[in-house]
């Protein structure tokens, strides 16, 4: 049974730092790109964050979070992680993980596997 599981989120002030983190079973993670998305309410958008990928550890970040989100992977762990920093109130949102075999992407359709998200909130 394939389960993709996030877990970190919670309350932090502008400013603070969260870890995400994405644990994946029931599938050969190690084949696998994963993303990080993001959606600020149900009306709105998911937006990609960060991906990385399964062969060579190459990572995407997008300009909104460059320099403060790092993505992570431990193969070893099915794991992948989102180290983020100097986070805003911009950044409140449900965080989604996704998994797709080889290579990474930007299009939500090419997504088999997803978790149940993981809220995020930063106060001002």
């Known amino acids: 049974e394939v389960e993709v599981v996030e877990s970190g989120g919670g309350l932090v002030q502008a400013g603070g730092s969260l870890r995400l983190s994405c644990a994946a079973s029931g599938f050969a993670f190690d084949d696998y790109a994963v993303t990080w998305f993001r959606q600020a309410a149900p009306e709105k958008e998911r937006v990609i964050i960060s991906?990385?990928?399964?062969?060579?550890?190459?990572?995407y970040v997008a300009n909104s979070v460059k320099g403060r989100f790092t993505i992570s992977r431990d193969n070893a762990k099915n794991t992948v992680y989102l180290q983020m920093n100097s986070l805003k109130p911009e950044d409140t949102a449900v965080y989604y993980c996704a998994a797709k075999i080889h290579g990474m992407s930007g299009r939500l359709n090419d997504y088999p596997y997803w978790g149940q998200g993981t809220q995020v909130t930063v106060s001002s």
């Open positions: 991906s990385i990928s399964c062969e060579d550890g190459r990572t």
